[in-house]
């Protein structure tokens, strides 16, 4: 099992951009996909990017093209979540999750709230 902490959420207003941080207690993190989940009071929680253990595949949720990029950093066992023209439907709890052969596992979750 790792353990996930996120970080970087806040209180912004629209337009504005936020980097969102997720560390790893494990090493073997590096071989791990992960993804970038959020949940809007009253909705679902949905993913809206994900990356390939190596970086090399993204995925992003329509939502969030264009303005969003995932990245990782192996070395620091870290996945980031660059939020750029923040929009007030952004606003949600991001989660990021970790995905391999054997399980997965959520971080406790960082709250953005983005002001009209």
């Known amino acids: 099992q790792v353990q996930l902490v996120e970080s970087g959420g806040g209180l912004v207003q629209a337009g504005s951009s936020l980097r969102l941080s997720c560390a790893a207690s494990?090493?073997?993190?590096?071989?791990?996909?992960m993804g970038w989940f959020r949940q809007a009071p009253g909705k679902e929680r949905e993913l809206i990017s994900g990356?390939?253990?190596?970086?090399?595949?993204?995925y992003y949720a329509n939502s969030v093209k264009g303005r969003f990029t995932i990245s990782r950093d192996n070395a620091r066992h870290s996945v980031y979540l660059q939020m750029n023209s923040l929009k007030p439907e952004d606003t949600a709890v991001y989660y990021c999750?970790?995905?391999?052969?054997?399980?997965?596992?959520w971080g406790q979750g960082t709250q953005v709230t983005v002001s009209s």
């Open positions: 494990e090493p073997t993190f590096d071989s791990y996909a």
């Open positions: 990356v390939s253990w190596d970086g090399v595949n993204q």
């Open positions: 999750k970790s995905q391999s052969s054997s399980g997965s596992d």
